[in-house]
C-alpha cells in the first residue's frame, strides 16, 4: 500500500467489464476531476481528429473510413493478425494521449482530486504508477466480466474471451493496486457505499 499523504492524482483501472466507468461516474459526484484516456483516444481517431493524419501514413487511406475517422474494425482486425501493428498505431496514439491528457487535468480546481481513467495502466509498466499517488482496481471474476460484457454488447463469448486475453491478468493489475473496490453481486447503492469510503480515505476522512 502506498502511503496516503496528500493525494491529488488517482490511477483508475479494471479490465474489461468489471464497471470501472460506473465506478468513475461515482467519483466524478463525489467531486472527482475525471481525465478520460479511452474518450481522449476516441477523439484523436474521430473525424478531423489529431490522430488521423498519422495513423493515415503509417496504415494507409484504407484504415480512415469514408467519415475520416480510424476504420476501427479494421484496425482491430488488423492488430489481432499483426501484434507489430498495435505497437505501431500505440506508438502514435500514446504521446498524444498523454498531451490532451495533461491539458485536461490543468483544468481541474484548485484542490479537486484527480482521477486518471486509464483502462491499459498496469500494462503500462511503472509509467502510470509513477503519475499518480494512488491506483484505484475495480476487481472481478473474469466469468462476471464476461457475462456483463456479453449482455451489453452482444458480443459472442469467443470475443470477450479475446479481448480479456490481451489484457493484464487479474493478478497483474492487483499487483499495482493501492486500493480495491471488489465489484461483484453488489447493487449500485452498495457498490457506491464503497466507492465513498476509498473517497473518504483520499481526503483522510475517518
Same mark, same amino acid.
Given at each position: *500500500? $502506498? +502511503?496516503?499523504?496528500?493525494?491529488?492524482?488517482?490511477? =483508475?483501472? @479494471?479490465?474489461?467489464?468489471?464497471?470501472?466507468?460506473?465506478?468513475?461516474? *461515482? =467519483?466524478?459526484?463525489? @467531486?472527482?476531476?475525471?481525465?478520460?484516456?479511452?474518450?481522449?483516444?476516441?477523439?484523436?481517431?474521430? #473525424? +478531423? +481528429?489529431?490522430?488521423? $493524419?498519422?495513423?493515415?501514413?503509417?496504415?494507409?487511406?484504407?484504415?480512415?473510413?469514408?467519415?475520416?475517422?480510424?476504420?476501427?474494425?479494421?484496425?482491430?482486425?488488423?492488430?489481432?493478425?499483426?501484434?507489430? /501493428?498495435? %505497437?505501431?498505431?500505440?506508438?502514435?496514439?500514446?504521446?498524444?494521449?498523454?498531451?490532451? /491528457?495533461?491539458?485536461?487535468?490543468?483544468?481541474?480546481?484548485?484542490?479537486?482530486?484527480?482521477?486518471?481513467?486509464? #483502462?491499459?495502466?498496469?500494462?503500462? @509498466?511503472? &509509467?502510470?504508477?509513477?503519475?499518480?499517488?494512488?491506483?484505484?482496481?475495480? !476487481?472481478? #471474476?473474469?466469468?462476471?466480466? %464476461?457475462?456483463?460484457?456479453? $449482455?451489453?454488447? +452482444?458480443? #459472442?463469448?469467443?470475443?470477450?474471451?479475446?479481448?480479456?486475453?490481451?489484457?493484464?491478468? &487479474? /493478478?497483474? &493489475?492487483? /499487483?499495482?493496486?493501492?486500493?480495491?473496490?471488489?465489484?461483484?453481486?453488489?447493487? =449500485? !447503492?452498495? =457498490?457506491?457505499?464503497?466507492?465513498?469510503?476509498?473517497? &473518504?480515505?483520499?481526503?483522510?476522512? $475517518?
Amino acid at each position: *500500500m $502506498a +502511503g496516503l499523504g496528500v493525494v491529488k492524482k488517482i490511477g =483508475l483501472t @479494471g479490465g474489461i467489464g468489471s464497471g470501472k466507468s460506473t465506478v468513475a461516474a *461515482m =467519483l466524478v459526484e463525489l @467531486g472527482a476531476h475525471l481525465v478520460d484516456l479511452d474518450a481522449i483516444s476516441r477523439a484523436l481517431t474521430a #473525424p +478531423g +481528429g489529431g490522430a488521423i $493524419a498519422h495513423i493515415q501514413t503509417q496504415f494507409g487511406a484504407d484504415f480512415v473510413d469514408a467519415q475520416g475517422a480510424m476504420d476501427r474494425t479494421r484496425m482491430r482486425e488488423l492488430a489481432f493478425a499483426d501484434p507489430g /501493428a498495435l %505497437i505501431r498505431l500505440e506508438g502514435i496514439l500514446h504521446p498524444l494521449i498523454g498531451q490532451h /491528457a495533461d491539458l485536461h487535468a490543468d483544468t481541474a480546481q484548485s484542490g479537486q482530486i484527480i482521477v486518471y481513467d486509464v #483502462p491499459l495502466l498496469a500494462e503500462s @509498466g511503472t &509509467r502510470w504508477k509513477e503519475k499518480v499517488d494512488r491506483v484505484l482496481v475495480v !476487481d472481478c #471474476p473474469i466469468e462476471t466480466q %464476461i457475462d456483463r460484457v456479453m $449482455a451489453r454488447s +452482444g458480443w #459472442p463469448r469467443e470475443a470477450v474471451e479475446q479481448v480479456i486475453a490481451k489484457q493484464a491478468t &487479474r /493478478a497483474m &493489475r492487483l /499487483a499495482v493496486a493501492d486500493d480495491v473496490i471488489v465489484n461483484e453481486g453488489l447493487s =449500485l !447503492d452498495e =457498490l457506491k457505499q464503497e466507492v465513498t469510503k476509498v473517497w &473518504r480515505l483520499w481526503n483522510n476522512h $475517518a
